[in-house]
């Protein structure tokens, strides 16, 4: 089995999630390697500070760079190689358009040897942040697919609608269980220099305009909230302008109730963010599934999310947390309710029995599946 897509020496998301999928078919008795990129992003397309990890190399795991996604030329000599390999499968991760070209010619030259079944997981097929080639590119590469593993039912519908490719099925997003185990609140507490007296929030992973961290400070500004002892960890690199951010925490009086960590968090330090509050909230505009949430999930973290794309999905209102509405008043209504009726242990206790439906195992035998 060969998985092409982000993997180390980059960071972020999608690196974590095909190293752990890698481990997940190395456990089915699999012989795993990943070939990632040479040339991701040009550095003038990312819009973050870098693309690079400065963690360790994850031990155990066969990672080759060879993917140039700008380059024609290296496309050709990828696939090319990949006929060659005579691999099962290779399995994709397909997230944004600017993608489309590389991987879709790579996967039709990788299924010429007539054996080889080239599979996707879908995060997105149209991007949040929507463009006029969108939909030709997406239409390219899910011609050059045998078959799609979506990890939404909203991402479902919207592969279906193409009517490119016969196999495509549902399974959602595994657990991120690979940035450790819990630690106490008040490690937690003391690796991020935090006043025990208080109760967090959590705001977590990369910030875009989409994400509606403007929708939660408005709802932190809710004099109810600003008389509890509650303050908001938002932690995160900007990829858009922060300065908007800022301005709104000073017109809203919110000084006091906010704790910055606008940089990229290292897998190493993720646990202590998660262990630290008490609550993860993600507001977003829109959105199909989250890696968030399966890392609150690990980490046994009480969740609020908003009513857009496969959110509501995964966190079942009322049980392991909150479904709002986009709106800031309904927001503040959830923490509010949240904290006034000490809903966290409540929730601790059914996530324990929820998350048991996310397991890596599932994702596998997806990809298998539609390979045939």
């Avoid at 799609?148 to 519908?157: E, P």
């Avoid at 690796?191 to 408005?218: E, N, S, W």
């Avoid at 897998?267 to 262990?275: A, G, I, L, R």
Wanted: charged residues 25%.
């Amino acid at each position: 089995m060969i998985l092409v897509g982000t993997a180390y020496p980059y960071r972020g998301g999608l690196a974590v999630y095909n190293e752990r999928l890698a481990r997940s078919f190395q456990e089915e008795g699999y012989e795993v390697e990943i070939w990632t990129f040479t040339v991701q992003y040009p550095n003038f397309l990312f819009p973050g500070k870098t693309q690079f990890s400065t963690e360790p190399a994850p031990e155990g795991l066969v990672i080759k760079r060879e993917l140039n996604s700008v380059n024609p030329f290296n496309w050709l000599k990828v696939g090319r190689k990949l006929c060659k390999a005579q691999a099962d499968i290779v399995v994709m991760k397909f997230w944004i358009p600017y993608m489309a070209p590389s991987l879709g010619v790579v996967a039709r030259m990788a299924r010429k040897n007539k054996k080889t079944k080239v599979v996707s997981i879908i995060d997105n097929i149209i991007p949040h942040e929507k463009g006029v080639a969108d939909k030709p590119l997406a239409s390219f590469f899910l011609k050059s697919v045998d078959g799609c593993v979506t990890m939404s039912k909203s991402v479902l519908g919207d592969v279906e609608r193409f009517n490119a490719v016969k196999n495509v099925v549902f399974c959602p997003h595994p657990l991120y269980d690979n940035f450790g185990e819990k630690v106490s609140r008040e490690e937690a507490l003391h690796f991020l220099h935090l006043d025990p007296d208080m109760r967090y929030m959590l705001f977590f992973g990369i910030i875009r305009d989409y994400k509606g961290l403007d929708l939660l400070l408005q709802a932190m500004a809710d004099d109810r909230l600003k008389r509890m002892k509650v303050k908001l960890i938002i932690a995160g690199e900007f990829y858009n302008n922060g300065e908007q951010y800022h301005e709104l925490e000073k017109s809203l009086g919110l000084e006091n109730q906010l704790v910055w960590h606008s940089e990229f968090v290292p897998d190493s330090e993720v646990k202590y963010y998660f262990n630290a509050c008490d609550i993860v909230v993600q507001p977003y505009k829109s959105a199909t599934q989250s890696g968030v949430t399966q890392i609150a999930y690990h980490f046994e973290k009480p969740m609020l999310v908003t009513d857009v794309g496969g959110l509501k999905e995964i966190v079942p209102d009322g049980v392991v947390g909150y479904v709002t509405e986009v709106d800031p008043a309904k927001i503040a209504d959830a923490l509010i309710d949240f904290f006034g009726n000490d809903r966290k242990e409540a929730f601790e206790r059914n996530i324990q029995e929820e998350k048991q439906k996310y397991s890596w195992g599932r994702m596998v035998d997806a990809l298998v599946s539609v390979s045939k």
